[in-house]
């Protein structure tokens, strides 16, 4: 059974301060993994997908990592803002159509 | 592009009574999946249908949980003869899926579920 493991489970830091945020997971028979930003009670907003072939992802300020081979992934956060504080999720797809989420790290940056 | 549109945003129902949640999915969306995510947990894979065939349901959709995808448009999850623990957020995602590309999911912002 896939699980999916974030650490830590919260972080907090200065406005302007790179940080990284890590995933792993015990099954690396992966299709793919998914970064996801949640605000509070409010639904998942997607980051970054990285297909198993693949070893990283860049949008703007975030990168993503993979190595399926020992089951991690980090989401590096550069420049890190106030606007982005909120609870980040890592999500693995395997051979199902399911994704099978971590219980997330809880972001706030401090102005 | 409207994105994924949840209906009621929250519900407070007695124990025992049944409820329904819509959602309206990305217009060009093949796939429609529901979630449901309790306080400090990440989000947990219920079901999931493509176009109108739903094809692949977890065990946590006990007896009292029905979800409905009629037209491959829509789609509606019922509970029946709710429990306390039902209380959850219920997401409902979209994507859209072809033998050679699977696009990343687009969440709703949810149905707040309170069985008191």
């Known amino acids: 059974k896939q699980e999916v493991t974030q650490i830590p489970a919260a972080l907090s830091v200065p406005e302007g301060e790179n940080l990284v945020l890590n995933c792993s997971f015990t099954d690396s028979a992966i299709y793919n993994l998914q970064w996801f930003r949640q605000d509070p009670g409010k639904g998942l907003t997607s980051l970054l997908l990285?297909?198993?072939?693949?070893r990283e992802q860049t949008s703007g300020r975030l990168n993503a990592s993979l190595d399926k081979s020992s089951g991690r992934s980090t989401l590096y956060i550069a420049a890190s803002q106030p606007g982005d504080s909120a609870t980040y999720l890592c999500?693995?797809?395997?051979?199902?159509?399911?994704?099978?989420f971590g219980k997330g790290t809880k972001l706030t940056v401090n102005p | 592009d409207t994105g994924v549109s949840q209906n009621p945003r929250h519900k407070i129902t007695k124990r025992g009574q049944n409820v329904t949640f819509r959602c309206d999915p990305i217009s060009e969306h093949n796939r429609l999946y529901w979630y449901r995510q309790t306080l400090g947990q990440g989000p947990e894979f219920l079901t999931y249908f493509q176009n109108e065939a739903q094809l692949e349901k977890s065990r946590l959709l006990s007896d009292r949980f029905s979800a409905e995808r009629p037209k491959g448009s829509f789609s509606t999850l019922e509970i029946q003869r709710t429990e306390q623990g039902d209380s959850a957020m219920y997401l409902c995602a979209s994507s859209t899926w072809t033998s050679s590309y699977n696009s990343p999911l687009h969440f709703g912002n949810g149905t707040r579920l309170t069985v008191t």
């Open positions: 999500a693995v797809k395997g051979g199902s159509e399911k994704l099978v």
């Open positions: 990285i297909q198993s072939s693949q």
